[in-house]
């Protein structure tokens, strides 16, 4: 169960956001409210925004109108200070993992503390065992390299690096993208896991259908520079939209949906 009160501060709100490249229209006057402590999935085909927009609210780039507040901090001319103070409150997973290869997962894990706590090597180590850990990873893969690992580890090791500050939010990108169907099961159990655990508000930008089934509250579907569908899997595959419909009556989203109920 999570906790969808209006009192909550939203996750994410976003209001009348546009991007462009050029002349090209990414996002136009788009709208979104993600709320605390829910698992929030981004869906869209490809070239929709989905990307540039987690890059939007992540700070790593700057939309041309509109506003982007993420736990309660407008985005809009942030300072240095600020912006450090809130990339400190969120993980995140990039799609390719992000891990340094000349670096051992435990560093690796470990990176984030260095860079921002000041903690004490020796400590460090033991929270980044305990964050592999929470992964369901032994501490013995801590001194291995990322070349070492099989896909759904290293997956299972840059979600462990996205938790080591301790965030309130955790932004995946693909977190099941290139795993074979029983390591995408498993990461789905873990990231339901992670939110209940500790009510961490979870955005997820995806393709996997068994994933959005399994695991989302809520999804909303990006097409033609906006949200045009949001609701639950359920509320959505009732919804009359072209781009609703593009997505569920494809044949990976009808065979997604004939294994659930
Ligand atoms: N730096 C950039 N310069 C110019 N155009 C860009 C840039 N980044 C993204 N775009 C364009 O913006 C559009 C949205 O791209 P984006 O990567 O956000 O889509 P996406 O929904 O994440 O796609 P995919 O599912 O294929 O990853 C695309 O048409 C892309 O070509």
Known sequence: MNALTPETTPAIEISQLTTRFGKHVVHADLDLLVHQGEIFALVGGS???????????ILLQQPASGSIKVLGVDLE????TAALALRQRWGVMFQSGGLFGSLTIRENVGL?????????????????????????????????????????MMKRASLARALAL?????????????????????????????????????VIITHDLDLLWQVA?????????KVQGLGSMAELAHLDHPAVRKFFDGPRGRAAQSGVK
């Open 112 to 152: 984030p503390l260095r860079e921002h706590s000041g903690l004490a090597d020796p400590l460090i180590d033991e929270i980044a065992d305990w964050k592999l850990a929470m992964t369901g990873l032994e501490p013995s893969v801590g001194a291995q390299y990322p070349s070492e690992l099989s896909g759904g």
């Open 77 to 80: 001319n942030i300072s240095d």
């Open 217 to 225: 509250d809520r999804v909303g579907v990006l097409a033609d520079g």
């Open 47 to 57: 070239g929709s925004g989905k990307s540039t927009l987690l890059r939007e609210i």
């Open 166 to 202: 301790d965030p309130e939010l955790l932004f995946l990108d693909e977190p099941t993208s290139g795993l074979d169907p029983e390591s995408a099961e498993e990461i789905d159990q873990l990231i339901k896991k992670l939110r209940d655990l500790f009510g961490l508000g979870i």
